[in-house]
């Protein structure tokens, strides 16, 4: 309790996915600098576009978002610190991609510190553009402060890795006038769809955090084309590691400013160290390219709402009070001070909201956008972004899920393997409902939810704790799943115009069940196989409503992220669980770039011969050349739920002598099933990942299967250890 009143990670004392440790101390190297006349403290920059530089157009006035393209020059706002220990004059002189200019600086009094700023213009064509993932490359320039004194002695130099890009968080007017704004982000001119997850703590105790950890996370997003991660506001702002390797990965990041699910001190103590806070942080982070945004807080504004709820009404001086202290710490103090040291960067009030009203730094004004309607208002999808838990109702019914600009949140639990899990427990806990798994749930009433939801699509009640772990990992892969192409589908459709999809939440602190598609470690769960496939750039997504009937709707979406129009196949197959082909078509189609588009329209029956949609299942395949090589997308229609249905024992089997190595630290062979098998999973205990999994396999398919790996793997310890789990058991 009240650990809101110190500036302390809130996760540290606890969260619904972790325990609380809180650590003190000091973790971080210490160092003793000796210096005899001044020293460069500090340098950061923005970059923008300069003033005079042609506005970029859209390349086509018809398309919604439109595609802009970026000219020059480039401005660097750049910006030193210099801590003086004797009056005098000295001069700072900055140097980027070729580009060089001084600025004398007058240390007043020994102890003082000064801050010198100036402008570099850069030519756009003396520069590459840096990129996100997927879009371009990732060029970085060397940004350097070198300090002398008037009379020529060096006093040592800064230097920082910038790149060359425009970033907007564009809210403007939607197509055919409906009601609100947008909210997406613009790179470069590109309209990007935002991919992704949250990141939490990579760890209870910082100090285990290894380079080859961190490194493992987010090669791991990036393979499952993330765009994006979302550092949220519970944890930590991450340190210089993770910052340049996302600038270098090519991953965007929402960062949040450490305040999370609370309400705030407003004192002029507290506000006054919350700004000495912001301005460190923004001057250390904001010349990362990968910085795409700075957000007030997570859950500030509903925090306020809901702090104000009593019973079911909302006390009004209770509400005044909370948002006058709203006000002061977080728009006259973050706000304000993010003026100050980062006056260009997209700024979001707090994440859920309906995002600000006005914004001008101009005239030091910033009101967040409040609506009637108590609760529900603090985010109702018009404006800003929109989250959705709903632990109650069928996780894929697709009805429920809340239509937004952009959804920040959404997710379900299961369960890490049982490989995580003996790191920390004993098989004596291995149970559900056993103590050590009621101390490592901590979300309230989350086994029990995660049982009942899963009794929705699978007999749990006589499996084995292995089987009802691989179980929770199925449900959750459908559940997160199925919402991540449900949004992305939504992107260009009226009453949504959805642009981004950060579900949650990427990784674990300890080992335990949680919300998370990669266990503490990093091994990957069910779920982060399936998002890959959900995040493709080019993907396509098969929808049925809620019904089971034969007459149910089936509608198959195609989605491009991609800058370039693309020529594709779309291949639908149905099979019933006897194993009789029902249905096969092949067609060709043209997807063009940044859409969403329903390409194919039909009915159950008409997949299945007439069947309902638990007596068969159907796959759809999009594969579209780029850059003359194939790139292809999966999608299923399994049974609404398997409980009750004919499943047949899969045969999956994987020739010995298909184990091969097949590059480095990678092993490939073949995996095989007899009968129609839904959820075919395989495991292992070594370190690292397949390149497909949790795969329907039709009766006598042969699939080609790499397992990928950081260090060599022999490929009879990789056949010697697999484990197969499916839907069939």
């Known amino acids: 309790p009240h650990a809101n009143f110190i500036r302390k990670w809130p996760s540290d004392f606890g969260w ?38 042609p506005r970029p157009t859209p390349s086509d006035p018809d398309r919604w978002p439109p595609v802009r393209a970026v000219g020059g020059p480039f401005k660097v706002h750049v910006s030193a610190s210099v801590r003086c220990e004797a009056a005098g004059g000295a001069e700072v002189r900055f140097e980027v991609a070729g580009v060089a200019q001084s600025v004398e600086v007058q240390c007043e009094r020994a102890g003082a510190v ?148 609370a309400l705030y001190p407003r004192d002029e103590a507290f506000v ?75 700024f979001y009030a707090s994440s859920p909201s309906n995002d600000a009203l006005v914004d001008e730094p101009g005239q030091n004004l910033f009101i967040h956008r409040w609506l009637d309607g108590g609760l529900d208002s603090a985010f109702d999808g018009r404006y800003g972004d929109v989250r959705h838990y709903d632990y109650y109702s069928e996780c894929t019914d697709t009805s429920l899920y809340p239509r937004g600009r952009f959804v920040s949140e959404y997710g379900w639990q299961s369960y890490p393997s049982l490989f995580t899990l003996a790191e920390a427990t004993s098989p004596v806990d291995w149970s559900n409902d056993s ?28 499996a084995t704790f292995e089987r009802f772990v691989f179980l929770s990992q199925a449900v959750q892969s459908l559940c997160i799943s199925t919402q991540t192409r449900f949004y992305r589908a939504l992107k260009q459709t009226p009453g949504a115009f959805t642009y981004g999809a950060l579900y949650w939440q990427l990784n674990d602190v300890w080992q335990g069940q949680s919300w998370s598609s990669l266990e503490y470690g990093g091994r990957w769960k069910l779920l982060h196989y399936s998002i890959r496939e959900a995040f493709a750039p080019l993907s396509v997504s098969i ?45 060709r189609l043209t997807l063009q770039p940044l859409t969403a588009v329903t390409i194919w329209r039909t009915s159950v029956g008409s997949l299945t011969g007439g069947r309902a949609r638990n007596d068969a299942a159907a796959r759809c ?96 310890d990789l056949m010697q250890s697999l484990d197969v789990q499916s839907a069939a058991g």
């Open 272 to 346: 006054g160290s919350v700004v000495l806070e912001v301005t460190q942080q923004a001057r250390r982070l904001v010349g990362h390219a990968s910085l795409v945004v700075f957000c007030g807080s997570n859950e500030a504004v509903v925090g306020t709402i809901r702090q104000a709820n009593k019973g079911g009404h909302i006390d009004l001086g209770l509400l005044r009070q909370f948002t006058a202290d709203l006000a002061v710490l977080f728009d006259q103090g973050v706000r304000r001070a993010l003026w100050e040291v980062a006056p260009h960067v997209s």
């Open 621 to 716: 395949t999009l594969t579209c050349d780029v850059a003359g090589a194939p790139v292809t997308s999966t999608s299923t229609m399994l049974p609404r739920s398997f409980v009750g249905v004919p499943l047949r024992p899969p045969q999956i089997s994987y020739p010995p002598d298909s184990f091969r190595t097949c590059g480095v630290c990678m092993v490939c062979f073949s995996l095989h099933s007899e009968a129609l098998a839904a959820f075919v999973f395989l495991s292992t205990p070594l370190t690292g990942h397949f390149d497909q999994n949790g795969l329907l396999l039709p009766p006598g398919e042969t699939r080609a299967m790499i397992f990928h790996s950081a260090i060599e793997v022999k490929p009879l």
């Open 543 to 587: 929808f049925s409503s809620a019904a089971g009937s034969s007459a149910a709707e089936v509608n198959i979406t195609a989605v491009s992220d991609d800058t370039t129009r693309r020529n594709c196949s779309l291949q639908i197959q149905s099979w019933s669980w006897d194993g009789a082909l029902l249905y096969h078509n092949t067609t």
């Open 435 to 462: 103590p050590m798994m009621n101390h490592r749930q901590r979300h309230p009433d989350g086994n029990a939810q995660l049982a009942s939801q899963m009794s929705r699509f699978f007999d749990v009640a006589n």
């Open 114 to 261: 000064a801050v010198v700023s100036d402008e570099l213009l850069v030519s756009r064509t003396a520069v590459q553009l840096w990129w996100p993932i997927g879009y371009g490359s990732q060029q970085l320039y060397p940004l350097v402060a070198s300090l002398t004194q008037t009379a020529g002695r060096d006093y040592g130099s800064l230097s920082r890795m910038i790149g060359f890009r425009t970033v907007h968080l564009v809210r403007g007017p939607l197509p055919g006038g409906e009601e609100g704004e947008s909210e997406y982000f613009e790179v470069n001119g590109v309209p990007i769809f935002a991919r992704g997850a949250s990141l939490v703590p990579l760890d209870t105790l910082e100090t285990r955090v290894s380079d080859a950890y961190l490194e493992s996370v987010l090669r791991s997003a990036v393979a499952a084309n993330f765009n994006m991660v979302r550092v949220w506001g519970g944890g930590s702002y991450m340190d210089e590691r993770f910052w340049s390797r996302c600038d270098e990965l090519g991953l965007l990041v929402w960062l949040d400013f450490q305040f999370a699910s």
């Open 16 to 53: 619904d996915w972790g325990p609380a440790i809180a650590p003190t101390g000091i973790f971080r190297n210490i160092s003793l600098r000796w210096f005899a006349y001044a020293r460069l403290e500090d340098l950061w920059a923005e970059i923008t576009l300069a003033e005079d530089a």
